[in-house]
């Protein structure tokens, strides 16, 4: 069973920045995919940032520019550098990997982000 856990969240004027991390209990090299999701509230849970198979992330088009994904294999480590916060940003933020063999996608559970003045 793959153990998520990320940090970072909180709360930050417009324009600031923050760092998410997630931690993972296994190896990256375990995943064939790893990513970001958020959730606002009343909204559905939509991808922000994500890396396939060790390509060029891929990113929504309302984070491009301001957010980067990384991930540091050494240390089983995935992190989502935000800047440029604005409000809308405010959500709750979520790890996800998907299992390189079993095709498994796991979460962890969850980072809370607020954008406001």
């Known amino acids: 069973q793959v153990q998520l856990v990320e940090s970072g969240g909180g709360l930050v004027q417009p324009g600031g920045s923050l760092e998410l991390s997630c931690a993972a209990s296994?190896?990256?090299?375990?995943?064939?995919?790893v990513g970001w999701y958020r959730q606002a509230p009343g909204k559905q849970r939509e991808s922000v940032a994500h890396?396939?198979?060790?390509?060029?992330?891929i990113y929504a088009d309302s984070v491009k520019g301001r957010f980067t994904i990384s991930r540091d294999p050494a240390k089983n480590m995935v992190y989502l550098q935000m800047t440029n916060l604005k409000p809308e940003d405010t959500a709750v933020y979520y790890c996800?990997?998907?299992?390189?063999?079993?095709?498994?996608?796991?979460w962890g559970q969850g980072t809370q982000v607020t954008v406001s003045s």
């Open positions: 890396i396939i198979s060790g390509d060029f992330p």
């Open positions: 996800n990997v998907i299992h390189r063999v079993s095709k498994r996608a796991y």
């Open positions: 296994e190896t990256m090299l375990s995943f064939g995919t």
